[in-house]
């Protein structure tokens, strides 16, 4: 998780430092823990990634959007994906984003990742399917009308089971009965190459891991905001 770590260090810590105006721009999202029976550790995915069933560090970011705030033509076209297509564009093209893509662009981008995604007009403008590689650090393994998984935590080039590795779901869900969209960022990570131990610790301090759930608000906020929301 270096890259991650990096970028939360210096991203994360410095968004903080106006704490005042991040809380503002950031309450309504909710940071909550994955349910143990959430259908994502149970997907073959997980199992074919994290084969030892190593230890995880994890969370779901939450926000409730009122139906009325969102485009309607993404809501008209819900249900053939539009909307979380919007959202996943939002979250990789959007400005929460944009210093982890330029420290990686510097890095990575070259001709052996020249068919990636790089740039924030193709990141804005992809609809994100199964295979699409995202700055060399994110690739899309799986896809629904609702939900968009990529696989983080290195090069989608390394194939094998990896110490630096997890799963990074993005949903949006139409309540039409409670008037909302419902947004989830769902971490979870982990070194597939790790036994399992007795303490259960996950690849993440706490204080990582603390950071890692700032910066899903940010991601979060700037994706509706940039792409999903009026």
Request: hydrophobic residues 35%.
């Amino acid at each position: 998780m270096g890259i991650l770590r990096t970028t939360l260090a210096i991203t994360g810590y410095s968004s903080l430092a106006g704490a005042a105006s991040f809380y503002a721009i950031t309450r309504h999202s909710k940071i909550l823990p994955i349910p143990s029976n959430d259908y994502l550790f149970n997907h073959t995915l997980y199992a074919r990634y994290n084969p030892n069933n190593a230890p995880v560090t994890q969370d779901v970011c939450v926000r409730r959007v009122p139906l009325k705030k969102i485009r309607p033509e993404l809501l008209e076209k819900a249900d053939e994906g539009k909307l979380v297509e919007a959202f996943c564009a939002g979250v990789w093209g959007g400005l929460g984003y944009a210093y982890q893509r330029r420290f990686l662009e510097q890095k990575y981008r070259g001709p052996d990742t020249a068919t990636q995604l790089w740039d924030r007009a193709d990141l804005k403008s992809s609809s994100y399917p199964v295979g699409t590689q995202i700055t060399d650090h994110f690739e899309v393994v799986a896809k629904t009308p609702t939900s968009i998984i990529v696989r983080c935590g290195d090069s989608p080039r390394k194939l094998d089971v990896r110490e630096s590795d997890g799963l990074f779901e993005m949903l949006a869900e139409v309540k039409e009965n409670e008037g909302v969209a419902e947004f989830a960022l769902k971490s979870v990570f982990y070194n597939g190459l790790a036994q399992p131990d007795k303490e259960g610790k996950g690849p993440m301090t706490p204080w990582i891991q603390w950071l890692h759930a700032q910066y899903d608000k940010v991601l979060m906020e700037t994706a509706l905001r940039g792409s999903v929301m009026k």
